[in-house]
């Protein structure tokens, strides 16, 4: 059986892993808009690996701004015609 962790012990798992996500945090930032968009359009290119069977039919204003970003318009042409709520 192991052993509880200390206070401190914690303290500073958080603490490293709060420099794990700045890290991240300031990699993401650095990013291109269209690199972004590039590793969105990979994820959902991916989509066949999972189980969608559960999935729901999912919000129809993300869905046509999806189509949108598919069709290669820019994304400040998308949210200048239709706001996101």
Do not use: C, Y
């Not at 500073?12 to 996500?21: D, G, P």
Request: aromatic share 4%.
């Amino acid at each position: 059986m192991s052993r509880r962790s200390t206070k401190e012990e914690l303290r500073s798992w958080l603490e490293r892993w709060e420099i794990v996500n700045q890290r991240t945090r300031d990699e993401n930032r650095a990013l291109s808009a269209e690199e972004k968009l590039r590793r969105i359009s990979d994820l959902m290119e991916s989509a066949h690996v999972f189980d969608l069977s559960r999935r729901e039919s999912g919000d129809p204003i993300v869905r046509e701004l999806w189509h949108r970003l598919r069709a290669g318009m820019s994304l400040e042409t998308l949210l200048r015609r239709r706001p996101v709520r």
